[in-house]
């Protein structure tokens, strides 16, 4: 990272700048370009590691994918402030952001799905008195990222 004094290093510091991101940008190989898509996110974080988890249809081109090469990157952001100044080169974006990449691999355990839903609707929603439908869960595709390298960046 050029800019050392922006870099965040700390993982808990990692950790917690998660909880502000509404959406991970998702990016696979895709041959000649790569392939990007945005989706909702859960997490869990262990003794330092991160996990990412997503879901979605079971079918497409994201799953296709996967199965081809399931090493991804992924980023996300939020931006706090925009600041303009007459001076132009001195505008500025107030922002935090977290980058990584890993390896995506599919849950098909019902209660490993499960809990990767809880992680992700944990993500959305204070609540967790949630009900979740057995026969979507069993049939909603469920991966999960585990993150070999997470870095943050903040100004």
Known sequence: MRRKD?????????????????VCNLAF??????????????????????????????????IDLINADNKAAFSMYKVDEIAI??????????????????????????????????????KYCENDDFVYNENAVRHTCVYELAAEDISGKKH
């Open 29 to 62: 190989n895709d041959k000649d370009y790569p392939y990007v898509i945005p989706l909702n996110f859960g997490y869990k974080a262990e003794g330092g590691s991160v996990k990412l988890y997503f879901h979605g249809a079971n079918e497409g081109k994201k």
């Open 85 to 122: 100044y007459n001076e132009a080169s001195k505008s500025t974006t107030m922002y935090k952001s977290v980058c990584g990449r890993g390896r995506i691999r599919f849950i098909d355990d019902y209660n490993e799905k499960l809990e990767a839903f809880k992680a992700i609707m944990a």
């Open 6 to 22: 922006r870099e965040i290093t700390d993982i808990n510091e990692i950790i917690s700048m998660l909880k502000e991101f509404q």
